[in-house]
């Protein structure tokens, strides 16, 4: 059984950091693009960073670039996102997400097969 679970998220300060962490169990994933999406009170999912398979590929939605920062560790079957000088519009609930089949980054939430169950961050201005 597939399952991913995101850890990381919490309540932190205008300015502040977080990591959040994804790791994926039953399966590998080291073959796949891999993202994060977030979703915001009464707004839809929205995407905030992809990495294809190999790490030689990223990108972000244009309000966390150079904030963010997505990674991964094959190894460890784990995706991370670094995020710095948070914001209060940042706070959302936090998705991983798996492109099964699929190396190259997504832009799109149809494009992902498996999702973690979420991890709330909580940014306070």
């Known amino acids: 059984q597939v399952q991913l679970v995101e850890s990381g998220g919490g309540l932190v300060q205008a300015g502040g950091s977080l990591r959040l962490s994804c790791a994926a169990s039953?399966?590998?994933?080291?073959?796949?693009?891999m993202g994060w999406f977030r979703q915001a009170p009464g707004k839809e999912r929205e995407f905030v960073a992809a990495?294809?398979?190999?790490?030689?590929?990223?990108y972000y939605t244009d309000s966390v670039k150079g904030r963010f920062t997505i990674s991964r560790d094959n190894a460890k079957n784990t995706v991370y996102l670094q995020m710095n000088s948070l914001k209060p519009e940042d706070t959302a609930v936090y998705y991983c997400?798996?492109?099964?089949?699929?190396?190259?980054?997504?832009?799109?939430?149809?494009?992902?097969?498996?999702w973690g169950q979420g991890t709330q961050v909580t940014v306070s201005s």
């Open positions: 997400a798996v492109r099964s089949g699929r190396a190259g980054v997504g832009l799109m939430s149809y494009e992902y097969t498996y």
């Open positions: 039953g399966r590998t994933f080291s073959s796949y693009g």
């Open positions: 990495i294809n398979w190999s790490s030689s590929s990223t």
